[in-house]
């Protein structure tokens, strides 16, 4: 088992920068494929990113593709989101999410764990 702690939201501007932090307690973290999902008020939760245990590939949603960086540093048992050139529809509460099986690692139903999110908002 794992916990999750998401941390780094706030208000920024539009074009503006925030790195967003998912930090894990619990044995063998490096094994957890990773996700980060959004979800905006009045709106269904939209996967964002993710990067995979076994060799470290990630995908992203369209919306964020080139904007968004997904990383991790399993020495500080952390994955982060780097995320720049900030939209103001990119305002949501974000989540990360871990899981040690194999599916269909875009589905929010693939984790079983869940941090507790953090507030993105971006002003126009």
């Known amino acids: 088992q794992v916990q999750l702690v998401e941390s780094g939201g706030g208000l920024v501007q539009a074009g503006g920068s925030l790195r967003l932090s998912c930090a894990a307690s619990?044995?063998?973290?490096?094994?957890?494929?990773v996700g980060w999902f959004r979800q905006a008020p009045g709106k269904e939760r939209e996967f964002v990113a993710v990067i995979i245990s076994s060799d470290g590939t990630t995908y992203y949603a369209d919306s964020v593709k080139g904007r968004f960086t997904i990383s991790r540093d399993n020495a500080e048992n952390a994955v982060y989101l780097q995320m720049n050139s900030l939209k103001a529809e990119d305002t949501a509460v974000y989540h990360c999410a871990g899981s040690t099986a194999h599916g269909h690692i875009l589905a929010a139903e693939f984790y079983n764990y869940w941090g507790q999110g953090t507030q993105v908002t971006v002003s126009s």
């Open positions: 619990g044995r063998a973290f490096s094994r957890y494929t």
